[in-house]
């Protein structure tokens, strides 16, 4: 095929260009397909256009459920304390997982052993399994025996157990995973937003610290408690006022011969070393977040009484100066296993040889 203009015959390169390469003359539609029939090429097809193919999946949204109450959408371990009962927010019961007495039936003998849930005040409490005994020493409940699971702890669990509205708030303030419990009462902080003390001092870092009997533990400033010993082994004391109470550890504990005998208890603000006194630092801290009137505790000096005991001799030793209490037996031939202590406006309790606590 030639060129219509100049008479140069066409090739592959014309067909390509669509024009004659020699003039310049464009080759129409019709000239195309002539060129192309004779050249034996076959028209160009438009390309293939495949569908992608997404193998990906689209992310899963988290269960989760929005509580009645405050209507916070719940996931994760929030989901799993109101499913299990209760929103770590506001403390809202669910009511489809409220608890209740429950029972379990064993034959043995056929006979039926039923094991119903402990009672406190009258009222069901959530005792978990494989738990210690604290005294709650803050709050309505105040003085009361609550039970911790030995383990990792958090709100939910305090939700569970202290129901009092007055708690609310204050739990809030303890993380959702706040502290690890040993089974020997260590104490770890698993990095609480508002901290962990002991004895007004923070605990910190990955050791573990031992909380002994008569120390204090604050849980994000005002939730407060200490170690209870429910055996009966250890005397107690309860500030009436206040109803803060506490167990007095044993000293030489690990000397036999005063296993159970020999212990000592100052009854004074301040310890030798001019910190707060446990007992003192929790009654203050009690009366603070009821608010109540603290200053009846300044009618005790900051080192004032000692109550001790060495094998069956209780002994009283008020510092010098010091107002001398009223309730303590003069030369008592049999000591009372049971002894007040009146001074001014504050009032002590103190069971010398404790009997078991009800838990």
Known sequence: MECFDCGTRLSERDLLVASCQSCGEPLLPDDLIALRAE???????PPEIINPIIESKPLEIPDSVDCPACFTPLMGIDLDAWNQGICNYCSEINPSQTLSATSEIHENNDEEVVTMPKEMDGENIFIPENSLPFIINVGPSVGEIIHLPIGDVGRSHFHQILKDSWYKDHINRISSEHLRIGENYEIIDLGSTNKTYINGARVSGTKGVNLNLGSDLNLGGNIQLTRADVSGTNPSIEHVETGIKWHIPFKDADDAKFSSSKW???????????EFESWYRMADLHLRAMNLDETFLTYISRR??????????????????KETPSGFPENPTIFPNDLTLQLNKNTFNISINSVSESV
Not at 39 to 45: C, F
Not at 304 to 321: A, K, N, P, R
């Open 39 to 45: 050249l034996g090429i076959a028209e160009a097809k």
């Open 304 to 321: 004032h009484m000692v109550i001790s005991c060495e094998q069956e001799d209780v002994t009283l030793e008020v510092f010098e100066g």
């Open 264 to 274: 000592s208890q100052h009854l004074g603000r301040l310890t030798e070393d001019d």
